[in-house]
């Protein structure tokens, strides 16, 4: 272990700065989960593999993995866009005939094409871990923003805190502010009533899945950025985590996600910086069982609606 | 009485049915014989698990994701017991249940109060968590070294090491469970969990103590998931935490959704389309498929929830 | 007026209160319902008197206040001092586990890879108990049970390792332990402890402020059967089925018992198959028993609720508007029923809108609004109250405004 | 519904479908069956794998076959999955028309497959699988590469003699291949004075190393020894170039793949491997020749071990005909330097556990490409 306080203090700060950065991403998909589910109550678990089509499609893009490369900012705006389409249309495909079927249905229809999907891009892309061909991606991103000391704080994770910030206020704005967000919110109050008051149910649900598979996306393309690997898998670790991320901060809750994405990232990189590194992810799922059994409403959540029926 | 249940109490439904079973390993398959056999064994081993799955979800409507745990328990159970002991199958077999049942009611004590989602994600998470503590303790597990070398099953002193005389253990553990299955499934015990997947709240107003009967089904549930993994680590003689994968827990699903939850025929009929289906697919298809070949279980998954969620042969009621 | 003995007192409620967050449901309702005596239960909408109900037959927890049903206290209101005391006693008694720590692992040292499998049975059974014992206030039978095994096993433990006290030697973890002198007499302390608890389990006193155990199942069994507003059957069980789980809290055969087929068992299987057609003959659904719950018109659904709850052998029904979109004969029906049940000694509780319903039926009624109880007595009185006109008439003002 | 009839009619299509699936079509040819991880992360092993043993099979075949009959790679891909692998090698294990299987890559996929080709008494022959127990388990496995516990002697010897390393730290993969490999190096260091400063462990399927990687930066080690795999490796160097650690880093022959060097963070990595391209007589020569001609690429060392385990499973049945017990006495008897099979890969022959004695290599990344290091430790 290293001695001095300096060295001390210093891997503490830079294992802060990878766990601030694995946080924000982390709340990025949180988000996703958080949105669905607050209006439509069902936990949609193919969104880690939305996250990981954003990683796969901008790669495939840049590095013209289907025939022509484009240039790294269309490449990442088209990805993002495919994706947003992409969630509106599992919703479409999948969850939209079973609103009215019980919530395990819908469950089990979303675990379905999580497999699907994943699959999809085994078939697709392959097994091997890809990586972004260094010649496309903007140069400056690698070199080191700031440093004190031997702590280091790369482009890239300054880019990845700003998106995740930038990102999470224009969402905050557009949930607060909008005539959608608005209608959002209604839908989560109450889905009949709000479709009483003309609200467009399907439609919003619709805009609810863009606007979470977009962030998915969005957040798929840093981590392929930002670990440089893209692969079919990296959906399913990450969408749980974000998932136990949701669930800390009160899922249903967007500032929630954000500082649920935030613990769960500076306690996986601490406990595997200074418990055991092999027990990095079971550090997620304890946190997410232990906050389901004590907590269940998270930080932020509202109150668990009572089991009762009311008469 | 239960549609389902007519294929164990009409003699001219099962008959015919358990003939083909027993005579299995006598039938001229040539030289595919005992391939085939094994693909039998495997599929009744998958009939277990499924028919324990099926009384958590299936009776009680609570979706367990992480069924492999137990599966995983029962296994490593078995075979610490036989590499560090030697003791026999069936002496193990009770305990690998007794262990499996322990930690059912461990993981479901707590999550009494859970509904649908959270219920579902904790299992999830619990079984994780056993996997990761297999993976990384290897003082006791190995980890992923794995425990080659396990002894084969025996009978009385005779070693079992004929693919028939495994598939004959296996087909007599699925005939114990499902015996036990049905017969509570058709009692007072398996009125009551039908009665909480149905309505909690108006079961705790007959007097049914929710609690006590979840918690016999999680028990019930996970000790079965063990007995399969006992008689698997011992039948494969070789465990590996990579063997108990939160896809197996997935495609057990698979088998009892398409089935038809709480179905005990739908569980049976699952693994035999399911089970085979995996193999005959790793045959057919090219190399570059055949790994993406479970992008046909989601699907299945998905357009059985969407046109036919009571599975193929629902539970209903004459 | 009617040849029906009315018996002693079955229910009687004190100064009840349920509060959700800032909303009071009920506020400080007493009230009593004796054997044998059809009571009505009346009120604007929202006055709470779903709620109560909840309440009586334990649903939902009161906030404080006493009810006392067939001779038992149902709730027993914690105070900080019970807290207090409860907590101290989880804490001894969780406490109590780590006494097998050293006995399982002096068991179990030569065979060493067992430890942490060891380690994490008796961290979970810590848990575990500890999630046992938090609420010592809501205790059930059976687990009471259980919790007098474990400290008969601790006590058991705490005295084998007395007499063996190597194996205390076998364990590094204890080796490393300055206090190993203390150990001892701390362990004798533990077992003082464990037979305190286990007489204090056993103690009238403390038997009443650990009382019985507030869910509605219990409530149950000692006689309390209900039905719901809109018929909450299992709708995808045959008729027959819904009352036979009607049954459930009155047969005891077990899970050994019903895989081998036990004589016990099967005897007890025909006898409720035969106890359920009677109580669906009762209210005329004889030749429905094998239909499916969910395909049954809505009166059938509501007799069949009915049964439901008499199958479970009620002293006292608690029926929530039974008759609504019933059409006129068979609410006529559901009257004759309710006054057959209430010859038979059953104390019925009622909650109706229908006021002519209520006057021909009930030999009292209790008029709830804004979960306060404001008026009670004879249906004639009560039709005459000012307070009650006042309250609906307020009641239907205000609901006009809204 | 006759729901009888139902599941008869469906019990007889589910054998039919086996049946048919599984009996192989009659041919003429030897059968010589090949698993390994065709898919998947480690595909690009078994892609060397895969091309080993058909460059061996046009080699044989060109030469006129097996005593004129033709052979035929008979590819299976196990995803290094235990249970894929033991499906896989039952399939193989009740095929009469086969009497020598090579494969399996991942040790734990050997394990698997291991019980069945022994009770099968069908001998296998695994060209990358150096977890030490598989000999200790079967006598029907032999194999043309050193153990875990070898290798990690030798590069713990070769980073303090040769490297002259002080402090080294380790950053291993939780699977069994690693941990051999990581103890073997602890214990080997230990003795040899090189100083173990950190060991983290990381999870297969992961992709962020920075919290483990942030540790070892400010252990200032001398180099970093990753056991592990290739796709993650490269991931691991990259990662701690960006966070700033300057050291070196060095690997087992899990690294040997050309993923790795498109990277290049990785320049300067050291890997031992049990076969140099650039290093060997004229065999090597054609072999890397001929390899580069039919699939355009570098051959690695599980090509090369392949090609030779296939020579070896030729050379076998070419002695004693089509019959497993033989075939298996066969290659037990190659016992001794002197009676050793001379392949690409040197000299190889088996001791009583099957297990077989070979020298270790190293190579590092220059220019981008793999050479040999200039220094090598014998």
Redesign the interface.
């Given at each position: 272990m290293p001695t001095t306080l300096l060295e001390q203090s210093s891997l503490f700060l830079q294992q802060f700065v990878n766990g601030m950065t694995l946080g924000s991403i982390y709340a990025l998909i949180a988000v996703g989960y958080t949105m669905v589910y607050g209006v439509i109550q069902l936990i949609n678990f193919a969104h880690g593999e939305i996250y990981m089509l954003g990683a796969f499609l901008s790669f495939s893009l840049v590095s013209g993995f289907f025939g022509v490369g484009l240039p790294f900012v269309l490449a990442v705006t088209i990805a993002v866009l495919v994706c947003a389409l992409a969630g509106v249309l599992l919703d479409l495909v999948a969850y939209r005939p079973l609103r009215r079927s019980p919530r395990l249905a819908a469950l089990i229809t979303a675990i379905g094409m999580s497999i699907f999907l994943q699959n999809l891009a085994l078939l697709i892309w392959g097994g091997q871990i890809r990586s972004f061909p260094r010649a496309v991606i903007p140069v400056f991103l690698f070199a080191p923003a700031l440093q004190f000391g031997e702590v280091v704080v790369s482009w890239l994770q300054v880019v990845i805190l700003l998106t995740a910030v930038i990102l999470m206020v224009v969402l905050q704005l557009i949930v607060h502010y909008t005539r959608l967000g608005r209608a959002m919110r209604a839908i989560a109050q109450d889905q009949t009533a709000a479709a009483l008051m003309g609200v467009n149910v399907d439609r919003v649900v619709s805009y609810t899945f863009a606007l979470g598979s977009g962030l998915g996306g969005v957040a798929g393309i840093l981590v392929g950025l930002y670990y440089n690997a893209v692969y079919p898998t990296m959906g399913y670790l990450a969408g749980i985590k974000a998932f136990a991320a949701a669930v800390l901060g009160g899922i249903g809750s967007i500032p929630g996600a954000i500082l649920g994405g935030g613990i769960l990232g500076l306690a996986e990189v601490f406990g595997a910086g200074y418990i055991s590194s092999s027990y990095g992810d079971g550090i997620a799922y304890a946190i997410m069982i232990l906050v389901i059994l004590v907590k269940p409403a998270g930080l932020f959540g509202r109150p668990s609606s009572n089991k009762l029926y009311r008469g | 009485m239960h549609l389902d249940d007519r294929l164990f109490h009409d003699k001219k439904l099962y008959l015919p049915l358990l003939i083909v079973v027993l005579i299995l390993p006598w039938l001229p398959l040539g030289q595919a014989g005992p391939y085939v056999i094994r693909i039998a064994t495997l599929t009744l081993l998958y009939m277990v698990l499924a028919q324990g799955l099926n009384v958590v979800p299936g009776f009680t409507g609570l979706l367990d994701l992480g069924y492999v745990g137990f599966f995983g328990i029962g296994a490593y159970t078995a075979a610490l017991l036989t590499i560090h002991y030697h003791w026999s199958l069936w002496l193990i077999l009770p305990l690998a249940a007794l262990n499996g049942a322990l930690w059912g009611v461990l993981r479901g004590a707590p999550s009494l109060r859970l509904t649908d989602d959270y219920f579902a994600i904790v299992t999830f998470g619990f079984s994780e968590l056993i996997i990761l503590v297999i993976k990384n303790e290897l003082w006791l597990t190995r980890g992923p070294m794995g425990i080659p070398g396990i002894a084969r099953p025996e009978l009385f002193g005779v070693v079992l090491d004929q693919p028939w005389q495994t598939y004959y253990l296996i087909l007599f553990l699925l005939l114990l469970v499902l015996w036990v299955v049905v017969r509570i499934r058709n009692s007072r015990l398996g009125r009551a969990w039908f009665a909480i997947r149905e309505d909690e709240i108006a079961a705790e107003c007959v007097g049914i103590n929710v609690a006590r009967y979840k918690i016999i089904a999680f028990a019930l549930s996970a000790a079965i998931g063990a007995l399969a993994g006992a008689f698997y680590a011992r039948w494969f003689r070789f465990v590996h935490p990579d063997m108990f994968k939160f896809w197996e827990s997935i495609l057990i699903l698979c088998l009892i959704v398409l089935g038809g939850m709480g179905s005990i025929s739908g569980a049976l009929l699952g693994a035999l389309l399911l089970i085979p289906l995996t193999e005959v697919l790793r045959i057919i298809l090219p190399s570059e498929f055949s790994s993406a070949r479970y992008l046909l279980f989601g699907l299945l998954i998905v357009v059985m929830m969407r046109w036919r969620p009571a599975g193929l042969l629902p539970v209903e009621r004459e | 007026m009617r040849e029906r003995k009315i018996g002693d007192t079955l229910l009687k409620t004190h100064k009840l209160v349920k509060r959700?967050g800032g909303l009071t449901a009920v506020k400080e309702v007493s009230l009593d319902v004796r054997a044998g005596e059809i009571v009505a239960l009346i009120g604007p909408n929202g006055a709470g008197k779903?709620?109560l109900?909840?309440c009586l037959?334990q649903?939902?927890l009161p906030t404080s206040g006493t009810i006392t049903f067939a001779g038992q206290s149902l709730v027993k209101v914690v105070t900080p001092t019970d807290r207090q005391l409860i907590f101290r006693l989880s804490l001894i008694f969780a406490w109590l586990s780590l006494l097998w720590l050293p006995l399982v692992l002096g068991v179990l040292w030569p065979?060493?890879?067992?430890?942490?499998?060891a380690v994490l049975?008796l961290v979970?059974l810590l848990?575990?108990r500890f999630?046992l014992v938090r609420p010592l206030n809501k205790l059930?039978p059976?687990s009471r049970l259980l919790l007098t095994v474990f400290v008969l096993v601790d006590a058991v433990c705490a005295a084998v390792w007395f007499c063996r006290s190597e194996a205390f030697a076998k364990v590094s973890f204890f080796g490393l332990f300055p206090f190993y002198p203390l150990l001892v007499p701390g362990a004798i302390l533990l077992f003082l402890g464990a037979l305190i608890l286990l007489l204090m389990f056993n103690l009238p006193r403390v038997k009443e402020t650990f009382g019985q155990p507030p869910?509605?199942?219990?409530v149950?069994?000692l006689g309390m059967g209900?039905t719901?507003?809109?018929a909450?059957?299992?709708?995808?069980?045959?008729a027959l089925?819904n009352v036979?789980?009607?049954r459930?809290?009155?047969?005891q055969?077990n899970?050994l018992g019903?895989?081998f087929?036990l004589p016990g068992?099967r005897r007890?299987?025909q006898d409720?198959t035969a106890k359920a057609t009677e109580c669906l003959r009762f209210v005329g659904l004889g030749k429905k028993l094998?239909s499916?719950a969910g395909a049954l018109a809505y009166g059938d659904q509501r007799r069949l609720e009915l049964a439901?709850?008499l199958?479970?052998e009620p002293k006292m029904l608690l029926l929530?508007e039974p008759v609504a979109g019933m059409n006129p004969s068979e609410s006529r029906e559901l009257i004759k029923l309710i006054r057959i049940l209430s010859q038979a000694g059953i104390a019925i509780l009622i909650i109706e809108h229908d006021m002519k319903f209520i006057m021909n039926l009930a030999d009292r009624v209790f008029v709830l609004d804004h979960g306060e109880l404001i008026a009670s007595g004879s249906p004639a009185a009560i039709r005459n109250d000012k307070k009650v006109i006042e309250a609906y008439l307020g009641a239907s003002d205000a609901t006009a405004e809204a | 519904m006759n729901t009888g009839r139902f599941f008869l009619v469906l019990a007889g299509l589910v054998l039919l479908s086996l049946s048919a699936g599984s009996v192989w079509a009659q041919a003429e040819k030897i059968k010589i069956p090949v698993a390994a991880p065709f898919t998947g992360p480690l595909a690009s092993f078994g892609e060397g794998i895969k091309n080993g043993a058909l460059l061996k099979e046009d080699e044989i075949n060109a030469s006129g076959g097996i005593n004129g009959r033709m052979v035929e790679i008979v590819l299976a891909d196990e995803l290094c999955d235990p249970q894929e692998a033991a499906a896989v090698a039952t399939r193989f294990a009740h095929d009469p028309q086969v009497v020598i299987v090579i494969g399996h890559l991942c040790s734990s996929a050997t394990l698997a497959a291991l019980p069945i080709y022994k009770e099968a008494g069908l001998p296998a022959i695994t060209p990358a699988s150096t977890n030490p127990e598989i000999g200790r388990l079967s006598s029907y496995y032999f194999r043309n590469v050193y153990r875990d516990d070898f290798q990690g002697d030798f590069l713990a010897a070769y980073a303090e003699k040769v490297k002259k390393f002080k402090k080294v730290a380790i950053f291993y993969e939780v699977n069994d291949y690693a941990l051999g490999l990581k103890d073997a190096f602890t214990k080997a260091a230990e003795k040899l004075g090189l100083r173990i400063v950190g060991a983290e462990s990381y999870m297969a399927k992961t992709a962020d190393f920075k919290a483990q990687l942030s540790k070892f930066k400010m252990l200032r080690p001398d180099a970093v020894f990753i056991a592990g795999y290739a796709p993650q490796a490269t991931l691991i160097i990259s990662q701690a170039r960006s966070l700033g650690l300057k050291c070196a880093f060095f690997g087992a022959d899990g690294l040997d793949d050309a993923v790795l060097l498109k990277n290049p963070d990785a320049e300067g990595l050291f890997v031992t491997t049990p076969f140099l391209a650039d290093q060997g007589g004229a065999r090597v020569n054609d072999f890397v020749e001929h390899y580069r001609e039919k699939f355009s690429l570098e051959p690695n060392w599980f090509a090369a071990n392949t090609y030779d385990a296939v020579g070896m499973a030729a050379a076998a049945i070419a002695a004693v005909g089509l019959d497993r017990g033989k075939v298996r006495a066969w290659l037990a008897g190659v016992s001794s330097p002197e009676k050793a099979y001379q392949g690409i890969t040197g000299a190889t022959y088996f001791d009583e556990n099957g297990d077989c004695l070979k020298a270790a290599l190293v190579k590092m990344i220059r220019d981008g490409r793999w050479v040999s290091a200039g220094e090598q430790l014998r």
């Open positions: - | - | 959700f779903t709620t109900f909840d037959n649903l939902t065979l060493t890879i067992f430890h942490l499998e049975a979970s848990l575990f999630y059930r059976w869910h509605a199942d219990a149950t069994r209900r719901f507003q809109n909450r059957l299992f709708f995808s069980l045959s089925d036979k789980l009607g459930h809290c009155r047969t055969a899970f019903t895989v087929g068992a007890e299987e409720s094998s499916r439901r709850a199958a479970t929530d | -």
